[in-house]
């Protein structure tokens, strides 16, 4: 078993501005002008080694709005192409794909804010970028980038770039020129939730998983025939991404997880459910280790326009991954919804908002 770490709730909250004398209280909305002091979960958080590490890190992600580090006029400077979409991808809401151009003849800007450190190999360099030192994949086809955050050195920005240029290996010259004209700024004065600067927003964003997780496995004893003489429950957690927790490899809740993804509509066909008063829809591809898999769409959606696409419309949404699906752990999959429930919710954006989604013609 990997070893359980404890990670209190005041280290987290000390991941904000070290000015500052606030303290968000579990359940309490951080207080206007201080978008980048995480909330508090509500239930003190056990992770493995490894994911205690970042979880600050990872906490204070959550307080930023990923698609405020593109500046959509500037990239239509720099990539020569007028916008198409601007949404997040289908892996974490951490994310924001910048679209420009129409299909045959498009740019694809893609950004990820995650850990980045756990892949680095011998490929990848770093390199210098308009002064700034940065991890660089030479082999990469779509000029694979890390930009770290200035709280780690192993989680930040995962930039990739694809196009017509970039399919036949040239030069990654207009990604450096976007990180130097733009994204070097935001990385060290990051856009927040707070701030309210694009919509429609998922009422996910903000919310943290682990603590839902946590809550809903608390009962969780798993099989003590597994368990040496003297050891107790493991109920160790462990992240992918800011919006992603599982339980960690060789815990009592391995079979558990809850991440916050974006769903295509057209493929949200399974069989439906209710599931803490909202209709969810089971997986047929339940995620990590679990046996059984629902997923809950959230509203707003948003239109988008991926790879030519025209009409599809897609929803953040809620996967929930159990051991089985006997009522022991449908009542786990209720306690999930109620912890997010309980969440605090992100300010509404203000009127003046970028628009994610679909912006092309």
Same mark, same amino acid.
């Not at 974490?92 to 420009?100: E, F, M, S, V, Y």
């Not at 399919?167 to 990180?179: A, F, I, N, Q, T």
């Given at each position: 078993m990997l070893p359980r770490i404890v990670v209190p709730v005041v280290a987290v909250l000390a991941m904000g501005t070290t000015a500052a004398c606030s303290v968000a209280v579990p359940g309490v909305p951080t207080p206007t002008g201080g978008g980048s002091q995480p909330v508090a979960p509500a239930v003190e958080l056990d992770y493995d080694e490894e994911t205690a590490a970042i979880a600050p890190a990872y906490a204070r992600a959550r307080t930023f709005d990923i698609c405020a580090f593109h500046d959509i006029s500037a990239a239509e400077e720099i990539f020569g192409k007028p916008v198409a979409a601007l949404l997040p991808t289908s892996?974490? %809401? @951490?994310?924001?794909? &910048? +679209? &420009? $151009?129409? =299909? $045959?003849?498009?740019? !694809? %800007? +893609? =950004?990820a804010y995650t850990e980045g450190g756990a892949r680095f190999g011998e490929e990848w360099a770093t390199v210098q970028v308009g002064g700034r030192t940065i991890k660089r994949d030479p082999e990469s086809t779509r000029c694979g980038t890390f930009v770290p955050s200035e709280d780690s050195d192993v989680v930040g920005l995962d930039i990739e770039i694809n196009g017509p240029? %970039?399919? !036949?290996? !040239? *030069?990654? !010259?207009?990604?450096?020129?976007? /990180?130097?004209?733009?994204? =070097?700024?935001?990385? +060290?004065?990051p856009p927040t939730l707070q701030e309210g600067l694009t919509g429609p927003r998922s009422p996910l964003l903000g919310k943290d998983p682990c603590s839902a997780l946590a809550a809903a496995t608390a009962d969780v004893e798993g099989d003590p025939e597994y368990r040496l003489p003297g050891e107790g429950v493991d109920r160790t957690l462990a992240m992918g991404a800011p919006y992603r927790c599982s339980g *960690?490899?060789?815990s009592d809740i391995v079979d558990y997880a809850v991440n916050f993804t974006v769903l295509d509509e057209d493929e949200i066909v399974g069989e439906p459910i209710e599931i803490g008063g909202l209709t969810a829809h089971r997986a047929d591809d339940p995620p990590g280790l679990s046996e059984c898999g629902f997923v809950i769409p959230m509203e707003p959606g948003f239109e988008g326009m991926k790879a030519g696409e025209s009409g599809i419309k897609y929803h953040t949404g809620v996967e929930i991954g159990l051991a089985t699906c006997d009522d022991a752990d449908m009542a786990r999959a209720e306690k999930v919804v109620q912890d997010l429930q309980g969440q605090p919710v992100a300010p509404a954006p203000r009127p003046d @908002?970028?628009? &994610? $989604?679909? /912006?092309?013609g």
């Open positions: 892996i974490d %809401i @951490a994310t924001c794909d &910048l +679209d &420009l $151009g129409t =299909f $045959g003849d498009a740019w !694809e %800007i +893609d =950004f240029d %970039i399919v !036949e290996k !040239e *030069s990654c !010259e207009p990604l450096d020129r976007y /990180l130097t004209d733009v994204v =070097f700024a935001r990385m +060290d004065h *960690s490899n060789g @908002a970028q628009r &994610l $989604g679909r /912006l092309g």
